[in-house]
């Protein structure tokens, strides 16, 4: 595991066998361990082998902290929480029942991901009612020894949190503060189905600005500083490529099927600027150009359709 500060962790959970996609953050106390997005149950050997590096266990995890419900960020929860008793988890009240029945999520991920699902994601096992802490946005948890402030942060999705710890001043930003290997200078939005929402994002971005923490902790990938400048260009990057996007869906040259096709080309060239080859492929491990292309083509047809107010 690599050090953040006293008691703050994190580790590589090497998705698909590759460093550098998945960070797992193990906020560490005498009491016990509370993670933030362990990552599917795909990668529950890598986080367990990380633990076990640094010294810690699976058996000690508290707490498990979900941004939100996606399989990449919430995949292993319950099987977490199967094998660990004394765990609960924390989760916004829009994600809390697929947690509990996650038979519905899992059905709209297969749409997506086919016979890919279990190679990629493992099982996602259900999380008992009873060991549920349900957030808003808005609350103030004690964890690992820590104190944590939580905010409502849609954009990527309508069930993400947030999390604030005052002491590290490092804010636990999930998707809604995008995506950024170690090396990159440049930041990426995820915008995969169906909740893509560019105002409510850029709401969300204000909320953690008001924080004025000191370090961003993103799951994809890592903790990053200098958080204004690293937001305003992750907010330039999605207003970009959400004009991309509108531009294709109103270019009626262009045949439907095509559409997605030259967003992702036009996407990868765009991207190539600023990013070697390997960061390329680790990115879009995580941010695969074609959900970004559904998000947010979701998002404009919604808008599009939409009856006037």
């Excluded at 095509?258 to 960061?279: F, G, N, S």
């Amino acid at each position: 595991m690599e050090t953040l500060s006293p008691g703050l962790r994190y580790a590589d959970v090497l998705f698909r066998q590759t460093s550098g996609v998945i960070a797992t953050a193990v906020l560490e106390h005498h009491d016990g361990l509370a993670l933030v997005d362990p990552g599917p149950t795909s990668c529950l050997p890598a986080l367990e082998a990380a633990l076990a590096e640094g010294g810690r266990a699976l058996d000690e995890v508290r707490a498990v902290l979900l941004t939100h419900i996606h399989l990449d960020h919430a995949g292993a929860t319950g099987t977490i929480l199967r094998r660990v008793p004394e765990a609960r988890v924390f989760v916004h009240a829009r994600g809390a029942r697929h947690m509990v029945d996650p038979a519905k999520l899992l059905a709209s991920a297969t749409q997506l991901y086919g016979d890919q699902m279990d190679a990629l994601w493992g099982a996602f096992e259900p999380v008992p009612e009873a060991r549920l802490r349900v957030l808003n946005g808005g609350e103030t948890l004690e964890v690992a020894g820590r104190t944590l402030d939580v905010a409502a942060t849609p954009g990527h999705a309508q069930h993400h949190v947030a999390y604030f710890d005052r002491v590290s001043r490092t804010a636990f930003v999930g998707d809604v503060g995008g995506c950024r290997t170690a090396s990159m200078s440049s930041v990426m939005p995820p915008t995969p189905p169906p909740d893509i929402d560019l105002e409510a994002w850029r709401d969300s971005v204000a909320r953690i600005l008001a924080w004025q923490p000191e370090t961003l902790f993103l799951t994809h990938f890592g903790p990053h500083g200098a958080p204004a400048h690293h937001l305003a260009v992750l907010m330039d990057r999605l207003d970009a490529l959400a004009r991309l996007a509108r531009e294709l869906l109103h270019d009626a040259t262009l045949p439907e099927a095509d559409r997605e096709a030259h967003y992702q080309e036009e996407a990868r060239r765009l991207r190539r600027r600023e990013l070697t080859d390997d960061e390329l492929r680790r990115l879009e491990l995580a941010v695969p150009l074609d959900m970004c292309w559904r998000g947010l083509a979701r998002y404009w047809t919604k808008r599009l359709t939409a009856p006037p107010a």
